[in-house]
T-cell receptor, first 115, second 113 residues
Framework: DGGITQSPKYLFRKEGQNVTLSCEQN?????MYWYRQDPGQGLRLIYY???????QKGDIAEGYSVSREKKESFPLTVTSAQKNPTAFYLC??????????????FGPGTRLTVT | EDKVVQSPLSLVVHEGDTVTLNCSYE??????LLWYKQEKKAPTFLFML????IEKKSGRLSSILDKKELSSILNITATQTGDSAIYLC?????????????FGTGTLLAVQP
């Protein structure tokens, strides 16, 4: 079955701890994205990567870090510097379409709660 | 600043009603507009619109883009309780070397039996 998996589904952490969210895809997509979703704010782009070993900051990258060592994997680390980390995190991927963004396919999300 | 605005923010209708959801955008390097449906978790793709005035249809759902008015509508006819979801509009910002989707806040649709 092709798709995007995110783990874990729910994650609880204490304030001040770094936490890494997993995102894996077997769709052979080049581009991968991380979004954050808060109530009433839609999806906001954290980081994206269009090719292995390369990634760019999105609109709200502060307090987050990523790596893209393999095509299939794009883990997101929420660091202690992120002031409001509690949110629903969505990972997405898309195939390359001649330099344009194709429709993005989303994983099931990880709900992170930091207390 | 590029932005995508959806209206209404939320909507409650009864089964069988027809609804129209709106999306307007101000994006400098527009390439396409996409609609997604989000029920509980992952948004699922509905439509991608690139050309003005051409309606895309899928069953009871249809959408059209108006590039002159910088807007799009999503219509759902004969609504069912299964249509209850958040509907997200996103615009592709093609910034030359990089491109990305800018999402609106979404419209929360509740269909009552």
């Amino acid at each position: 079955d092709g798709g995007i998996t995110q783990s874990p589904k729910y994650l609880f952490r204490k304030e001040g701890q770094n936490v890494t969210l997993s995102c894996e895809q077997n769709l052979n997509h080049d581009a991968m994205y991380w979004y954050r979703q808060d109530p009433g704010q839609g999806l906001r782009l954290i980081y994206y990567s269009q090719i292995v070993n390369d990634f760019q900051k999105g609109d709200i990258a502060e307090g987050y870090s990523v790596s893209r060592e393999k095509k299939e994997s794009f883990p997101l680390t929420v660091t202690s510097a992120q002031k409001n980390p509690t949110a629903f995190y969505l990972c997405a991927s898309s195939p390359p379409v001649q330099g344009a963004v194709s429709e993005q396919y989303f994983g099931p999300g990880t709900r992170l709660t930091v207390t | 600043e590029d932005k995508v605005v959806q209206s209404p923010l939320s909507l409650v209708v009864h089964e069988g009603d027809t609804v129209t959801l709106n999306c307007s955008y101000e994006v400098t390097n527009f390439r396409s507009l996409l609609w997604y449906k989000q029920e509980k978790k992952a948004p699922t793709f509905l439509f991608m619109l690139t050309s003005s005035g051409i309606e895309k249809k899928s069953g009871r759902l249809s959408s059209i883009l108006d590039k002159k008015e910088l807007s799009s509508i999503l219509n759902i006819t004969a609504t069912q309780t299964g249509d209850s979801a958040i509907y997200l509009c996103a615009v592709e910002d093609y910034g030359g070397a990089t491109n990305k989707l800018i999402f609106g806040t979404g419209t929360l649709l509740a269909v009552q039996p």
